[in-house]
């Protein structure tokens, strides 16, 4: 069965520190990907999106990640975090022919330290 | 552009009472329109999906029900409530690729 992996419950990094937050899947072939972040609150929003080609992918707000298929992972950078990027971040996997639904990891909560 | 919208924001309902929580999407067509819960503290749960009017998937047996009676409307409901039922109600749509884009949910405390 199809399965996402979010190793870290939370990341604590200080304001200006790099982040790298670490995604795995389980996935017979190369799955469709996706990094979503909420705020508290708030519903959830694209950062970025995977589906084919280029396997580092740009998003918003100054994100990216890289596909790795020999590690099936799929992890979330940015340089330098800044106080309102404290959230908590889902990683997702469209497995194909699964009728349009997504396969969601337990997410990662962030928490800048200033 | 393509907006979502649910209603109401915050709601406190008591044990046994009914549920209505409505999601509507603007600027597309036959969209995918999903249904999900958070729990505190929690992950998504998917609850409900559908691709077309009159088409809904459950993919979690429990007290609640969707419909989709117009093909940018979707509604949640519940005869009678119950504490389990707290949490944060999610509405998102859908078109290619599994994308999904969400609105603002739905905090529901049941008393």
């Known amino acids: 069965a199809q399965s996402v992996t979010q190793p870290d419950i939370h990341i604590t990094v200080s304001e200006g520190a790099s982040l790298e937050l670490r995604c795995n899947y389980s996935?017979?072939?190369?799955?469709?990907l996706f990094w979503y972040v909420q705020s508290p609150g708030q519903g959830l929003q694209l950062l970025l999106k995977?589906?084919?080609?280029d396997t580092l992918v740009q998003g918003i707000k100054g994100f990216e990640a890289e596909f790795k298929r020999s590690q099936s992972s799929f992890n979330l950078r940015k340089p330098s975090v800044h106080w309102s990027d404290a959230a908590e971040y889902f990683c997702a996997v469209g497995a194909r022919g699964s009728n349009y639904q997504l396969i969601w990891g337990a997410g990662t909560k962030l928490i800048i330290k200033p | 552009s393509q907006t979502i919208h649910q209603w109401p924001a915050t709601l406190v309902q008591p044990v046994g009472s009914p549920l209505s929580l409505e999601c509507t999407v603007e600027g597309t067509s036959n969209p995918n329109l999903y249904w999900y819960r958070q729990a505190a503290g929690r992950g998504l749960q998917l609850l409900f999906y559908?691709?077309?009017?009159?088409?809904i998937s459950s993919e979690v047996p429990q007290n609640l029900s969707a419909s989709r009676p117009q093909d940018r409307q979707f509604i949640l409901s519940s005869k009678k409530l119950l504490l389990s039922d707290s949490g944060f109600y999610l509405c998102a749509w859908g078109k290619t690729h599994y994308e999904q884009y969400f609105g603002p949910g739905t905090r529901l405390t049941v008393t």
């Open positions: 996935y017979g072939a190369t799955p469709y």
């Open positions: 559908s691709v077309g009017i009159g088409q």
């Open positions: 995977y589906f084919s080609g």
